[in-house]
Nanobody, 123 residues
Framework: QVQLVESGGGLVQAGGSLRLSCAAS????????MGWFRQAPGKEREFVAA????????YYADSVKGRFTISRDNAKNTVYLQMNSLKPEDTAVYYC????????????????WGQGTQATVSS
């Protein structure tokens, strides 16, 4: 069992930055692939980024590639999402999730989810 708690969301102007954090409970954090998803009002939850168990392989959605960076610290049971050059279309609730890595880009591949943190980008 893994419990996930996101933090770091907020309101920022277009072009600004936010850093999201996701703290995990439990001793098995390093055995999970960690992902970030987001959901805007009226839209499906979509993949944003993921990172391998050891933190050496990142995966990104095309829409955020070059602007967002995912990282993890297994000693601290925490995964991060650094978001730069933010755009109004990045506005969403951001969720972190833990999975086995069988389906990196699909929400169906993740078993544990946090409650989400709101990120709002004004134009």
């Amino acid at each position: 069992q893994v419990q996930l708690v996101e933090s770091g969301g907020g309101l920022v102007q277009a072009g600004g930055s936010l850093r999201l954090s996701c703290a995990a409970s439990g001793r098995a954090f390093s055995s999970y692939v960690m992902g970030w998803f987001r959901q805007a009002p009226g839209k499906e939850r979509e993949f944003v980024a993921a990172i391998s168990r050891g933190g050496d392989i990142p995966y990104y959605a095309d829409s955020v590639k070059g602007r967002f960076t995912i990282s993890r610290d297994n000693a601290k049971n925490t995964v991060y999402l650094q978001m730069n050059s933010l755009k109004p279309e990045d506005t969403a609730v951001y969720y972190c999730a833990a999975g086995t890595g069988n389906s990196i880009y699909s929400k169906n591949g993740y078993y544990y989810w946090g409650q989400g943190t709101q990120a709002t980008v004004s134009s």
